[in-house]
């Protein structure tokens, strides 16, 4: 391989058509302002380079750049390239990758509008990128730990995958096909409107008007921040682990959350249906299910001796409590063992649950004024009611749900 080092280039296609070539500290800058300086090129590697003129690499094959700069000035650097390899690099100019395929890029700093236009096969890994229109149309995408920030990125993507990635973006996705993002965090409105097979798994979604439109669209425990008019004539499946402010029109499919402030239905085609069930992550370690027959229902545990015996029972698995009613207003029911009691006067109401002589534990569709130890409480009294019924039940306590 031939090797040149330390060297200044300024003249118009300074090393036009070279093969097996190592350039290392060398710089592409000067009053001449030549063009397209490894144009054509192949088997090129650059290391710890400084670009600041146009067009460096242009139909090249086989190009490894390691540690160098490009510019403002360095604008459209790599186009109509192959098997690119570029790691802890500045990337600054306009356009800098357009139409290339075979693509890694590690450790760089991205600063480019319409970066990575039309690119077929691209990792990128450990980077930041500022850029408009970025990755626009191109496809077969792998990102690993990328900061983005820009506006209408990743438009009409196809085949790609997103792993612990921050992008602060506005529509973001539109159009794009057979997507996945996972553990990451997306922020900013109108997201992935008119996306098809787009799942995001474990994500945070912050902006108004996301997800509207879609085809195929899947969410996978993800939580919502200031997200109103969500799911516009979309179909989706979709389990949402935070409230979200307001849910539009969704045609069809199912949208699993523990509630809503609004849910709109002025077009008769939505058909989509909205399910809302309190999740135990929300609650952290203060968590407990309740099942009576088909019907769950998640609970908190109270502060106390008591609450914190119950669970320490219930760490050892489910326990189950035949419970008669009793008064029109609860259920009671015997463990096998006494709680630490801490007694006071209170006035119960429905979904309290209470702990009674050390070994009763008493479960309120009502309300009754007693003294009792607090144990916990059922977060969504949904269906509670209508649970219980009026005769005598099996409750089943969990940590997790049955």
């Known amino acids: 391989m031939k090797t040149i080092e330390n060297q200044t280039f300024d ?4 090393l036009y058509g070279e093969k097996e070539i190592l350039a290392v500290g060398c710089s592409f800058d000067g009053p001449a302002d030549g063009e397209s300086a490894f144009k054509e090129g192949a088997d090129i590697e650059v290391r710890n380079c400084f670009f600041n003129l146009r067009y460096p690499f242009w139909h090249d094959h086989g190009l490894v750049i390691r540690g160098s700069e490009m510019t403002e000035f360095c604008r459209a650097a790599l186009w109509y390239s192959e098997q690119i390899e570029i790691t802890d690099s500045r990337l600054h100019g306009i356009k800098a990758l357009r139409e290339c395929s075979q693509v890694t890029v590690r450790d760089c700093d991205i600063i480019s509008p319409e970066f ?68 990451s965090v997306v922020k900013g409105e109108y997201l992935a409107w008119y996306c098809e097979n787009v799942t995001f798994e474990n994500c945070t979604i912050i902006g108004t008007q996301p997800l509207c439109y879609c085809r195929g669209l899947r969410l996978i425990d993800c939580r919502m921040e200031g997200t109103d008019l969500a799911f516009e004539k979309s179909d989706v499946e979709a389990v949402i682990l935070t409230p979200v402010i307001s849910i539009k029109n969704p045609r069809s499919g199912h949208i699993t959350l523990p509630c809503s402030e609004e849910i709109i239905r002025s077009d008769k085609e939505s058909k989509c249906e909205i399910i809302y069930k309190q999740f ?59 709680l ?63």
């Open 11 to 14: 003249e118009e296609r300074a």
């Open 280 to 338: 135990a992550e929300q609650k952290g370690q203060n968590a407990f299910y309740v099942t009576v027959g088909n019907s769950v229902f998640l609970g908190t545990f109270a502060e106390n001796s008591g609450a914190k015996a119950l669970k320490e029972m219930l760490e050892d698995g489910p326990i189950t409590v035949d419970m008669r009613d009793y008064g029109g207003f609860e259920k009671v029911g015997s463990l096998d063992r006494s």
């Open 116 to 183: 990575g236009w039309s690119v077929r096969g691209i990792t990128m890994e450990h980077c930041t990128a500022e850029s408009e229109y970025f990755m626009m149309r191109s496809s077969d995408l792998n990102f690993k730990d990328v900061t983005f920030k820009g506006k209408y990125s990743f438009q009409y993507i196809e085949n790609a995958v997103f792993e612990n990635c921050r992008f602060d973006t506005k529509d973001a996705f539109w159009h794009a096909k057979n997507v996945v993002v996972r553990n």
């Open 340 to 402: 630490p009691a801490s007694d006071t006067r209170i006035t119960t109401k429905a979904g309290d649950i209470v702990l009674y002589q050390g070994n009763q534990i008493v479960i309120f569709y009502g309300s009754n004024s007693w003294s009792y130890t607090r144990l916990g409480k059922i977060d969504d009294l949904s269906g509670w009611e209508e649970a219980l019924g009026n005769g005598n039940i099996s409750a089943v306590f969990s940590l997790e749900e049955s």
